[in-house]
């Protein structure tokens, strides 16, 4: 089961090429607005491109203008970030749903339903309506009820987005297991999601793919600012000079490659803000000056205008930092990963 | 968010009645003026019925006749109100076509149509010398019963399930779709179970207008006992002669109307807390 | 006091309050006046308040200009409705000056309820009358012909004047009609019968007149047997007796009823 799918939809500034394999989770990331919804409405079929074509295990889903396969022909199930579970049905009868509309019998249907509620950790609810369902479970009722399906491709749009942090952590794991096998993208704003679930990722921005690779590949070796910013890394780009890098800025840093890179080649370097010291002015370093804090649990996120760097919340009280205090930056060599651009 | 935290937190006492309405006073008074504006009326002609005669009033041949007579003909013209107003108002509520302002304005005429104009359209369109020139045979008949109740009370309907219709959206209907439901599968499983209140609203109200109807019904029909001549017509008739048989019959038609209401607003409730 | 205590106090004394709005208009309160006739023409003046019978619209009308004319400073203003619905009004309490009524039956409801002042008077007589939609598609050429199979012949509700005299034929004539529908009033089966929906109606012989071209009548002699008076009589709920005794003058005078004999109305 492999997908393809290249499309645009000027309306929406969406221009994408995207392939996957069968049995891979593509992880879609990208800033709000980027167009990922608007890709997962093509696929579904609720969203009418421009021109294009889509193919899903060499059925054409839609090839403009002369072939568009409606959403219900289409085996392909969408899962958004509200369960959106059909209140006038019990959670067995959401989840029992699609096998009953394509005419399965009632008895296998039931079966399918059972088996599904129990694979996602929700036959306890499964008598209960949508209404008396916290999120988590209703999220759990609706993946169960689009598996249930038996989809060829299963989207989904950001389905842990509305949850707690530990709900979601939970179903997760859930994920993780049903998606194993199955041909299906994801999209979200959560590297830990791409990491879990997703062998391969694609960067969309402004309604382009900027990046795409393996997930590790792409989120380690971000080529892209929002990559990286998605990744949590800090990415600067420059020239390869006998040290490390030439940023276009003029700022020198030493660094280490993966691989032989002439001198005065284009590169990018990528430095984990944990990596970086951050000390007072005036002492050895890069000069900066704070942007930003962003604090986090007991650390704070500490945006310069030149690297990012990661300090416990009392480093940075002591320091006395806010935005526009001058600092100097600190960073080993092998800390720097220096990759051709 | 740990479910420990709001414990110590003061608890509010289990009141089961609110300290206040949240309507004005002045609201209050309005609304009572209103009610009995409507309820006075029916009281006072409560109060003028002969009760020692009300049984021999109400159960003379020609008013069982007109009783049972209203009865069938309301409630064909409620089903062909459903089976027509269903479709018009899935139509004009999701379906975006040029001009559908305008044909909603159409649709909605007969609301605001004096009933013996709408009579005097229908007798122009199947009259014997209307449009169809008598090719069906309706009139003086049953059937022409029902036509002219389905023509008055088929805005109700659709009016108040359009407006559901719009409300409820079309998510849902997406879901269905991607999970492999068929568009008739859809309407049927999907779509209709999610606005039941406002069909059987829609109903009821399409019955009690259909009960009422009485000029689009006299012109276009005609008045002959057990045939045409429906409880709104016997109750004017009587009103020549027996001006007591008229009120107790009156009575008779407004306890069947709040009858169907109560019924079919009891009925709507369970379904309303279904879907909520 | 609390919120539903409130609510009830202020329904109660709303409640009363209509009542008494309501209850205030049934008197009336004389306030025209009524100056005496004097000799040389007709001199009664003031608005006299007419309540006739729906079949003398017309007729009754064009009285009321001529009396207008001749009674110069008079105003008449008329009632037309059914003639149960009037006497219904009356018993109620509505002021008028004088009640037409479409039959003696209806007239002696009037009496019994105690609105009539002094005793009635016939003024007009009408019969029956066949009117067909013109061209007479069914070709119908006499009574006996309404009741032949097929032929949607339309009449009044035996409840209404019209209805009862067409009874009556019935039973002279020995015909038994089986109508397509029985109407609660005159006017609708005349419009039946224009509109060509019905093959024959029976009406007043004064409603074919009134109708002019737009229904042909057949002849109908056995309509003769069977006449409808209409009495009229003096009502004193009104404010103007004088002028309303003047107007039964003039209509059971001969001006009055040149104008009745021109609209197909008999002798009373």
């Not at chain 1, 944990?274 to 000056?289: E, M, N, Y």
Request: proline share 7%; charged share 15%; hydrophobic share 50%.
């Amino acid at each position: 089961m492999s997908l393809r799918l290249t499309a645009s939809l000027a309306g929406r500034g969406v221009s994408v090429d995207l392939a996957l394999a069968s049995g891979e989770t593509l992880a879609l990331l990208g800033p709000n607005g980027a167009g990922k919804s608007t890709v997962l409405g093509m696929l579904a079929g609720l969203v009418r491109p421009d021109e294009g074509a889509a193919a899903l295990d060499g059925t054409t889903l839609f090839d403009l203008p002369s072939t568009w396969l409606a959403p219900h022909r289409r085996g392909v199930a969408l899962l958004a970030q509200e369960a959106l579970l059909f209140p006038h049905l019990t959670a067995h009868g959401n989840v029992a749903f699609a096998a009953r509309a394509t005419g399965l019998a009632r008895a296998a249907a039931r079966e399918r339903a059972d088996d599904w509620l129990s694979r996602t950790g929700a036959e306890a609810v499964a008598e209960r309506r949508p209404a008396e369902l916290s999120g988590g479970q209703a999220q759990r009722v609706a993946i169960a009820r689009a598996l249930a399906a038996e989809p060829r491709l299963t989207l989904l749009d950001e389905p842990l987005a509305s949850l707690d942090v530990g709900v979601a952590a939970e179903l997760r794991l859930t994920l993780a297991e049903v998606l194993a096998d199955r041909t299906a993208v994801l999209v979200t704003h959560d590297v830990l999601d791409a990491y879990l679930l997703a062998d391969r990722v694609a960067v969309l921005q402004e309604g382009t793919v900027v990046e795409q690779g393996p997930t590790r590949e792409v989120l380690a070796r971000p080529r892209h600012p929002f990559t990286a910013e998605i990744a949590g890394l800090s990415l600067l780009t420059g020239r390869r000079t006998a040290l490390g890098i030439r940023t276009d800025d003029g700022l020198e840093l030493a660094g280490t490659e993966s691989e032989p890179i002439g001198a005065g080649m284009p590169v990018t370097a990528v430095i984990r803000p944990s990596s970086v010291g951050l000390h007072p002015a005036g002492s050895d370093g890069i000069p900066a000056r704070v942007t930003a804090l962003e604090p986090r649990d007991d650390l704070v996120r500490v945006r310069t205008d030149r690297l990012t760097a990661l300090l416990p919340a009392a480093v940075v009280a002591e320091l006395r930092l806010a935005p526009g205090s001058p600092v100097s930056l600190r960073v080993a060599p092998e800390d720097v990963a220096i990759a051709p651009d | 968010m740990t479910t420990s935290a709001r414990s110590s937190a003061s608890r509010r006492p289990a009141t089961s009645r609110p300290a206040t309405t949240g309507v004005p006073a002045w609201l209050l008074v309005i609304a009572a003026v209103g009610a009995l504006f409507v309820l006075l009326p029916v009281a006072a002609m409560v109060l003028q019925v002969d009760w020692a005669q009300f049984p021999a009033l109400i159960s003379s041949p020609s008013s069982v006749d007109a009783l049972l007579l209203s009865l069938r003909t309301s409630l064909t013209a409620t089903a062909a109100c459903l089976v027509l107003g269903i479709p018009m108002a899935m139509v004009l509520a999701r379906v975006p076509f040029r001009g559908r302002g305008l044909v909603r304005a159409i649709v909605l005429l007969p609301l605001v149509l004096p009933p013996v104009v709408g009579g005097l359209a229908l007798l122009a369109l199947y009259g014997r010398r209307g449009l169809l020139d008598g090719a069906l045979p309706v009139a003086f008949s049953t059937p022409a019963v029902v036509i002219a109740q389905t023509f008055v009370a088929l805005p109700f309907l659709v009016l108040s399930l359009e407006g559901a219709l719009r409300t409820a959206g079309d998510r849902y209907e997406a879901v269905a779709a991607t999970l492999g439901a068929g568009p008739s599968t859809v309407l049927f499983r999907v779509t209709l179970p999610l606005v039941v209140p406002a069909i059987v609203s829609g109903a009821v109200l399409s019955f009690a207008r259909a009960l009422g109807e009485f000029g689009a019904t006299l012109t276009f029909a005609g008045s002959l006992q057990g045939v045409t001549r429906t409880l709104p017509l016997e109750i004017y008739l009587q009103r020549e002669t027996d001006p007591d048989a008229a009120v107790a019959l009156s009575l008779v038609l407004i306890a069947v109307a709040i009858a169907v209401v109560a019924v079919a607003h009891g009925a709507g409730e369970p379904l309303r807390r279904r879907t909520a | 006091m609390t919120v539903s205590g409130r609510l009830t106090a202020a329904a109660a004394s709303l409640a009363v309050l209509l009542l008494a709005v309501t209850g205030c208009s049934a008197s009336g309160s004389p306030s025209g006046t009524a100056t005496p006739t004097s000799a040389a023409t007709g001199g009664a003046t003031g608005t006299i308040t007419v309540f006739a019978a729906a079949s003398l619209t017309s007729t009754f009308t064009e009285l009321g200009k001529q009396f207008e004319k001749a009674n110069p400073g008079s105003s008449v203003t008329f009632s037309f409705a059914g003639s149960s619905d009037l006497v219904s009004q009356l018993s109620a309490g509505a002021p008028a000056d004088v009640f037409a009524s479409a039959d003696e039956a209806t007239m002696q409801k009037a009496v019994a309820a105690g609105v009539t002042a002094g005793d009635p008077v016939d003024v007009a007589t009408n019969v029956l009358a066949i009117a067909v939609p013109t061209g007479n598609p069914a070709h119908i050429e006499s009574f006996a012909d309404l009741a032949k199979p097929g032929v949607a012949t339309v009449v009044c509700a035996p409840q209404v004047p019209c209805g009862a005299a067409t009874a009556k034929v019935e039973a002279s004539t020995g015909t038994t009609l089986t109508p397509v529908s029985q109407e609660s009033s005159v006017t609708d089966v005349l419009g039946k019968v224009i509109s060509g929906e019905a093959d024959a109606g029976i009406v007043y012989a004064t409603d074919v007149r009134g109708a002019g071209d737009k229904v042909d009548s057949v002849p109908f002699p056995e309509a003769k047997d069977v006449v409808n008076t209409y009495p009229i009589v003096a009502v004193g709920q009104g404010a103007n007796a004088a002028g309303g005794k003047a107007f039964i003058a003039f209509v059971t005078g001969p001006t009055g009823q040149k104008v009745l004999r021109a609209a197909g109305f008999g002798a009373p």
